[in-house]
């Protein structure tokens, strides 16, 4: 399989980003490498990506995002790899408009699996294409920021970019 990478400077750190074609495989944070790496094991095997640009088509909605365009990334194309389960929670993920939060309960009733609200933090935290899929949008059912691959600094950026660029 050939997978390609390239870096992109974000307000936020630098950003990770693997892809094939035109679709967005994989990001993450460039100060998160070796899980990165990891990650990349484990969806995609011995493959190992090379230095490249990223295409237009995924580079530049995530930078139109970072300036203000909240809904730009909404269309990036994306392909995964991952159970069925986390495929439907990640899908879900998408569906969470910029600057809305959900529960990890709410998200698994919105799925049908009201219940199962451990299993989808754990598809949650799986994201491979954090950001894009946007799981830090899931917050505590009491209101608190919980976990983020990011570390929940970025996590609060993020959100406060969102709200404070969306009005409702």
Not at 125 to 144: D, E, K, Q, Y
């Given at each position: 399989?050939?997978?390609?990478?390239d870096?992109l400077v974000s307000p936020i750190?630098?950003?990770?980003?693997?892809?094939r074609g035109e679709?967005?495989?994989a990001?993450?944070?460039?100060?998160?490498?070796a899980?990165f790496?990891?990650?990349?094991?484990?969806?995609?095997?011995?493959?190992r990506?090379?230095?490249?640009?990223?295409p237009?088509?995924?580079?530049?909605p995530?930078e139109?995002?970072f300036?203000?365009?909240?809904?730009a990334i909404d269309?990036?194309?994306?392909?995964?790899?991952?159970?069925p389960?986390?495929?439907?929670?990640w899908?879900a993920?998408?569906?969470?408009?910029?600057?809305?939060?959900?529960?990890y309960?709410?998200?698994?009733?919105?799925?049908?699996r009201?219940?199962?609200?451990?299993?989808?933090?754990?598809?949650?935290?799986?994201n491979?294409?954090?950001l894009?899929?946007?799981?830090?949008?899931?917050?505590?059912a009491n209101?608190t920021l919980?976990?983020?691959?990011g570390g929940i600094?970025?996590k609060?950026?993020?959100?406060?970019?969102e709200q404070?660029?969306?009005?409702?």
């Amino acid at each position: 399989m050939d997978l390609w990478l390239d870096r992109l400077v974000s307000p936020i750190g630098t950003l990770l980003l693997v892809w094939r074609g035109e679709t967005l495989r994989a990001l993450d944070f460039g100060d998160k490498e070796a899980r990165f790496e990891r990650l990349l094991r484990v969806h995609y095997g011995a493959a190992r990506p090379e230095p490249a640009r990223a295409p237009a088509s995924i580079r530049d909605p995530i930078e139109a995002y970072f300036q203000g365009e909240l809904t730009a990334i909404d269309g990036v194309p994306v392909e995964t790899n991952g159970t069925p389960f986390q495929q439907q929670v990640w899908k879900a993920l998408r569906e969470i408009p910029a600057g809305h939060t959900t529960s990890y309960g709410a998200l698994a009733a919105r799925i049908g699996r009201a219940g199962a609200s451990r299993a989808v933090g754990l598809a949650n935290g799986s994201n491979p294409v954090g950001l894009v899929v946007p799981c830090h949008r899931v917050i505590g059912a009491n209101g608190t920021l919980t976990g983020y691959g990011g570390g929940i600094d970025r996590k609060r950026w993020l959100l406060d970019h969102e709200q404070a660029l969306t009005h409702f």
